[in-house]
Every structure is written in structure tokens, then in C-alpha cells.
């Protein structure tokens, strides 16, 4: 499975962006996708995912203004985020998790991983 992200970009505070992933292989819908950030000097965290059935789970820090869906079709998940805060500045990564059932916020618990987006809000 190969993942390749996108849509990241420089945004003043309270703007928006919306990321994007695309991923290889045909079976795609039965995956759960999440998205992590990492920013400088910091661990990498959960942000949001959603599972194969379209249940999804936020993170507090990004509850209410971030919203993550998929096209199966297009083999795509995004991530669309609004009211953009500083501290929401980091390299955004897609992941996938190929058991697809349940949604977990550990990282560890993913199986491939696309190159990153770098995202900057600037106050």
C-alpha cells in the first residue's frame, strides 16, 4: 500500500485547508484511515481516523473544526480543517491501519504511512 498526501500549505489563523491522501491497492474501503501530526520537537499524535464502516474519532484538540471522510472509490481520505490555529502547525501524515475494524489513536497500531504535509498557521 502506497499513500501519498497532500494539500498542505502556509494559512493565516482561523483560515482552512483541506488535505488529502491517496492510496494504492483495491482494497482500499475495508481500511481504517487515520491522519497523525507531528510538529518540531514534538511526538507524533493522533489527530483523527475513520474505519471501514465510517465511524470516526477526534482528537480534543481538533474536535469540532476538523472533519475527516473518504471516497472509496477514489481511494482517497481527507481531512478537512477549519478555524486553523497556530498550534496547529505540523507535518500532517495519512496511515492505515489494514484490520480496518475498530479505530486506534496509537500510531504503533498502523501499517503504512504516507511522506507527510506540512501544515503552517501563522498568528
Known amino acids: 500500500v502506497q499513500l501519498q498526501a497532500s494539500g498542505g500549505g502556509l494559512v493565516q489563523a482561523g483560515g482552512s485547508l483541506r488535505l488529502s491522501c491517496a492510496a494504492s491497492?483495491?482494497?482500499?474501503?475495508?481500511?481504517?484511515m487515520g491522519w497523525f501530526r507531528q510538529a518540531p520537537g514534538k511526538e507524533r499524535e493522533f489527530v483523527t481516523a475513520?474505519?471501514?464502516?465510517?465511524?470516526?474519532y477526534y482528537a480534543d484538540s481538533v474536535k469540532g473544526r476538523f472533519t475527516i471522510s473518504r471516497d472509496n472509490a477514489k481511494n482517497t481520505v481527507y481531512l478537512q480543517m477549519n478555524s486553523l490555529k497556530p498550534e496547529d502547525t505540523a507535518v500532517y501524515y495519512c496511515?492505515?491501519?489494514?484490520?480496518?475494524?475498530?479505530?486506534?489513536?496509537?500510531?504503533?497500531?498502523?501499517?503504512?504511512w504516507g511522506q507527510g504535509t506540512l501544515v503552517t498557521v501563522s498568528s
Open positions: 491497492g483495491r482494497t482500499f474501503s475495508m481500511y481504517t
Open positions: 496511515a492505515a491501519d489494514l484490520s480496518g475494524g475498530l479505530i486506534y489513536s496509537d500510531y504503533h497500531r498502523y501499517d503504512y
Open positions: 475513520i474505519s471501514r464502516s465510517g465511524r470516526t
